[in-house]
Each structure stands twice: as structure tokens, then as C-alpha cells.
């Protein structure tokens, strides 16, 4: 496990990351996501003890980076892939890690193996794709066998087999146990990977949240109904718009027979349809996407938006309430 107690990084007047307080929870894949500057790799580099907190404190295991007895058996990370000798070749890169930590060298062609760089861990790293190096920093990751993973974009430059390589070893890492905790800018790839998500924006904290939860509770998902009679579904729209005591629920009318129902779920929906004795032809939830979700959290705290683009333009939830 991960644990960020008051976590806090000052860099002159500017605030990276501001009072994070979480657990990275093992046996899950956790996403961390947040825009531009938010304070993301930031937060990766003092779990890692690259960067010293300016307040409060990150734990690997209960215990700071630099308390770790075998750091790399403990915690395997991939932050820079590019951060290696040119000259040396993918083998004596990950065999010059191995000796220095005590891992004997059987391990480090097992790891080649796994992310698929066997066939070329002779040759000079300087000559690799961006896509090999990042698998050639996953496999410096994987090394110690961490209970403990922190992986930053390592989607970067992957094609899409890749990209599906990085899912489904993740997915395998958490389900032997492991902690994972990955950032990524590409949605429909975390929407994809991550059971848990944490957003922050400007350093701070937006949502700490499982995957599923956070999309219900999106704006954009919503109840479909539609039934082939226009006065029932009149008479549905009534009663969901006067019966609900709860004013987050707001009817849309798409035509005289279908309706869009934002602020409830499809149970209620249907109960009431029921109760009426409403014929329906459809009656179904539309999940909003990660990348809709999150626009509507994190609108406010892009720092560099682009005046009228639509994650500056939308008003969050919080605004919406406030009105
Ligand atoms: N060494 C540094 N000196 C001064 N400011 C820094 C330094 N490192 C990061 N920052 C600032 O801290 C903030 C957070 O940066 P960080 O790189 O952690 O964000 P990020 O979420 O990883 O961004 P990205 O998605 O672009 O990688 C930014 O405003 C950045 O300019």
C-alpha cells in the first residue's frame, strides 16, 4: 500500500501538490489522473523519494522511501523510460540494476521475456523505439518483484498491442496482490485499466473514487425510457418531474415517446413506470465515458486552458449546484 498523509510540495510561490491525504490500496489498479501541472509526477517522485515534501509525508509499506530495506524489491517504478545509457545494451541495463541490488541475473531474462524484449536485448538501447524503451523501463520495474508498482504514461508511444500489453499486465500485477498506481492522459485506456481513480487538479485533491461509482455519478450518465404510447410517457414524465422529492432529478423530452432522466437511476425509473402501468420499449442507463466525467471535475483546473475550449467552458457540478 501507498500512503500520502498531508503530502505537500512547494517550489518557490508555486504549490505542485497541496495536503494530498490517501491510501493507494494493493489488489487494485489505481489511476491518477489530472491535467497538466497538477502535481502528478510530483507526487510519483516523493513517493519515490526523489523529490523531499515540504510538508507531510509518502509511505511505501508504512515506511518512507528511504527507509526501505531493498527499495527495488519493495517498489518497481517507470518514470522516465528514456532515463538510461544509450550504449549499453536493454540486458546489461537491467543486469547492472540487478547486481547492485542483489538480484541474481536469471531474473533479468525473465523480465526481458515478460514485456517482450528478449529478441533484441543484445542491441544498444540508444537505438530502441520510444515504445521498446518503455517496455525496457517496465521491465526495470518488474526486476525486484515489488509488491508495489508506479508507473507514469507507460502507454506513451506504445501502439495499440502495446497499449493492451500495459492493460492486461497491470490487471495481472493487481490480481496477484500487488499495488498499482499508473497516471495516464489517454481516457479510454484508464477507463479501461483502473478499478480506483484518484483526480487531483492544482495539486489538491478532486475525487478518490472507485471507477464505477465516479461514472454513475457523472452528469452525463443518464435513464433512457421510451414506450409506444406518447400520453403514458406524458404521464411518466409528470410523475418523475412532481413525485421525485429529490430536485437533482431532471426530465428531458427527446420526443413524444422517449425521455432522458438525469439525477436518479434506472431502478427508480423503472419502479415508477411500473407503478403507472407505463408500457416501455426501452428502458436502459447511459454511462457516461471517463473522459466525461472527468472534464466536468477537473474543468476548472486546467492550467492552461484554452479560452472557449470545452474543458474551460463547462461548468462543473460544483458550479451547477451553486446556481
Ligand atoms: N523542479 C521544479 N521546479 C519548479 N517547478 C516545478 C518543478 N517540478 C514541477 N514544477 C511545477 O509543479 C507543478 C506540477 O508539475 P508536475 O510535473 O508534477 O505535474 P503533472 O501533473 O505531472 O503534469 P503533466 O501531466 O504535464 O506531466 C507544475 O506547475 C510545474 O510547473
Redesign the pocket.
Known amino acids: 500500500m501507498i500512503t500520502l498523509r498531508g503530502l505537500t510540495k512547494r517550489?518557490?510561490d508555486?504549490v505542485?501538490v497541496d495536503n494530498l491525504t490517501l491510501d493507494v490500496r494493493e489488489g487494485r489498479v489505481t489511476g491518477f489522473l489530472?491535467?497538466?501541472?497538477?502535481?502528478?509526477?510530483?507526487?510519483m517522485r516523493m513517493i519515490l523519494g526523489l523529490d523531499r515534501p515540504s510538508r507531510g509525508e509518502a509511505l511505501i509499506g508504512g515506511r518512507p522511501y528511504a527507509a526501505l530495506r531493498h527499495p527495488v524489491r519493495e517498489v518497481g517504478a517507470l518514470l522516465d523510460a528514456k532515463a538510461l545509457h544509450p550504449a549499453r545494451s536493454a540486458r546489461d541495463h537491467l543486469l547492472a540494476m540487478a547486481r547492485s541490488n542483489g538480484i541474481p541475473a536469471r531474473r533479468v531474462d525473465e523480465v526481458l521475456e515478460t514485456v517482450g524484449l528478449a529478441k533484441v536485448a543484445r542491441r544498444r538501447a540508444g537505438g530502441f523505439s520510444l515504445g521498446m524503451y518503455q517496455r525496457l523501463g517496465v521491465a526495470g520495474a518488474l526486476l525486484g518483484d515489488p509488491r508495489v508498482l508506479i508507473f507514469d504514461e507507460p502507454v506513451n508511444g506504445l501502439d495499440p498491442d502495446g497499449v493492451r500489453w500495459i492493460r492486461e499486465l497491470t490487471r495481472n500485477l493487481a490480481d496477484e496482490g500487488r499495488t498499482v498506481f499508473l497516471?495516464s492522459?489517454l481516457m479510454s485506456e484508464m477507463q479501461l485499466t483502473a478499478d480506483q481513480l484518484v483526480i487531483i487538479g492544482r495539486?489538491t485533491l478532486l475525487a478518490n473514487t472507485s471507477m464505477s461509482e465516479f461514472l454513475a455519478n457523472s452528469a452525463a450518465t443518464a435513464v433512457r425510457v421510451r414506450g409506444p404510447e406518447p400520453g403514458s410517457i406524458a404521464m411518466l414524465r409528470h410523475r418523475l418531474e412532481s413525485h421525485s422529492a429529490d430536485p437533482a432529478v431532471r426530465v428531458d423530452v427527446v420526443s413524444d415517446t422517449e425521455l432522458v432522466v438525469r439525477g436518479t437511476t434506472v431502478e427508480f425509473v423503472g419502479d415508477v413506470a411500473h407503478a403507472l402501468a407505463v408500457r416501455l420499449h426501452e428502458l436502459r442507463t447511459m454511462s457516461a465515458s471517463l473522459e466525461q466525467a472527468y472534464m466536468e471535475l477537473t474543468a476548472e483546473s486546467v492550467?492552461y486552458a484554452v479560452p472557449g475550449s470545452t474543458a474551460g467552458a463547462n461548468p462543473s457540478p460544483r458550479q451547477e449546484a451553486q446556481v
Request: aromatic share 6%.
Open positions: 517550489y518557490g508555486t505542485a489530472g491535467p497538466n501541472g497538477a502535481g502528478k509526477s510530483t507526487t497516471s492522459h495539486g492550467e
